[in-house]
């Protein structure tokens, strides 16, 4: 009897090797064309899922600031008004979606966030979006008025700028900001815009103050802006002229009040620039809103830019060994800077042969910007103390600037600096050696702010 060789059967049915391969081939191509039709799909589902979510998002809020804001400030408006004949809203036109003039109401005779809560009920009729680009007033000849995409977008009631402007980082202006915005938008990336204003609303303020000086706890700082404080340094390269340039935060106002040698080395500056949300809130406390909210960090880039245009070169001093280094490899890379020069900053800085081997190799380097990094107050202390044995011509204190850009300590995201919760980034890097600083640090010098506010006042009585 033949037994059947089912093996045999198999066998011959089997494909050869290279139909097996041609099939896989096609197999692997109508699947992936299946997968990437599927992930388009579900994009375009996600997509319109999310825009979805986001106008319902912008229904809820128009619903809720109607019922709880509007209608009340209304009837309030209405109450007071009426008798004097003065009218409750005033109209105003702005540019809408695709460049077209828009005509929308602001409550009459109040400012801030309060003025345009009519705003919101064009949340309704979908001609204003809650997140978009920034809404400006219309002109029939505008120079914004080819501004292509910019205004293909709808504007919004919160915006990028919006947001920057009063945390008062705007430093790139209105619109590369505007573009930013364009280039980044999503629903995802709207929606977060709608959450990150309502923190940086707190401290939003819409006059910009007139006064060139902010007197803060005794010390004169510059109320400027970044462009102005680069074009300074720039003057000072050109006439060849010797600026100090210290920047000054919470903690180094705390600093200043209790150290006098530091309070004296501060006055030596001749620019002093506000850094950090903690000024910017001290600032609308006293009356003075800040123009911006200047940093080393945020800094940095525009300076190496300046010096890059003006051919000059930068020597970095302080950090731990090896830092400078690193800092100074980014930034040839980044920016195209010259850097002369770098050294660590753990050197005996109370004796003459310390400093003296330093100042040498900073003088012989040839640079004409000096950034020095040692914390506040030892950086501003000898800076003031050296500064006629240096030659370099503009001589700045940065602080922990070096372990920023030699990715030795990351940075804050932009978002969160956007709603004033740098410090708290900080803090959790390094909670031991900040605590103090920001937890005992940031109430007493608001503390410090009132008494300033109550006895600047007295004396101008
Ligand atoms: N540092 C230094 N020499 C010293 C003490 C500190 O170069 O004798 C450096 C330290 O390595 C750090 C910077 O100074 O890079 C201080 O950073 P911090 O963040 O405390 O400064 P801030 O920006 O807060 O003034």
Redesign the pocket.
Known sequence: MVIPDYNTETMATRPSAEQARLLEQRLDRRTGALRRLSRRSAFWASTALAEFIVRLIELCVALFITIFLFVPVLLARLIIRRPTGKPVFESKTIFGHSGKPLRVLNFAGLSGWISRLPLFLELFTGRLALAGTTIREWQPVSPDAGQGYVSMVKPGIVSLWDIRKSSKIGHEGREATEWEYIFRKRPLYDFLLMLRALPVMLFAEHEVAESPVFQLLDQKIDNITMREAIGMMQESLRQKSQSVIFFV?P??MNKSVTDQNYRKALRVADHLLPDGIGLVIAGKMLGTPLRENIN?TDMLPWLCTMAVEENVSIFLV???PG?AEKAASALEQRYGVSIAGTA???FD?QSETGSHEVIETINNSKASILLV????P??ERWIARHRNELHPKILMG??????FFSGNIKRAPRWIREIGLEWVYRLMQEPS?MWK?YVIGNPLFLYRVVKWKIVSRSFNR
Request: charged share 20%.
């Open positions: 935060n903690d180094c080393g302080g950090g731990k830092i660590h900053g753990y800085h990094a040692f914390g506040a030892l950086q940065v602080g922990g600037l070096f372990d050696r600083r």
